[in-house]
């Protein structure tokens, strides 16, 4: 686990996790799993692509956990 990408859920964080949030912890996904801090050129569209498609999976999960003790489930802020 990359100890950068922090949880975006209840207890962890207080209240939902905004979308510089999410987009910030796929950022950190893409760039451990592609071994990139910032791609070269000729890779930056599919790295990109790679942020945006970690972004909204991430999105979707949180839209649709259900934490429990939580009054309503989590969402993002959007």
Do not use: W
């Not at 999410?22 to 000729?42: D, E, N, T």
């Amino acid at each position: 686990m990359c100890r950068s990408i922090k949880t975006l859920r209840p207890p962890a964080l207080s209240e939902e996790a905004t979308e510089d949030e999410i987009r910030a912890a796929a950022l950190q996904y893409v760039r451990k799993v592609s071994g990139f801090r910032a791609p070269a050129a000729h890779n930056r569209e599919v790295f990109d692509r790679a942020v945006d498609a970690v972004a909204e999976a991430t999105a979707d999960l949180l839209d649709g956990l259900e934490v429990r003790g939580a009054r309503t489930s989590t969402s993002v802020a959007r």
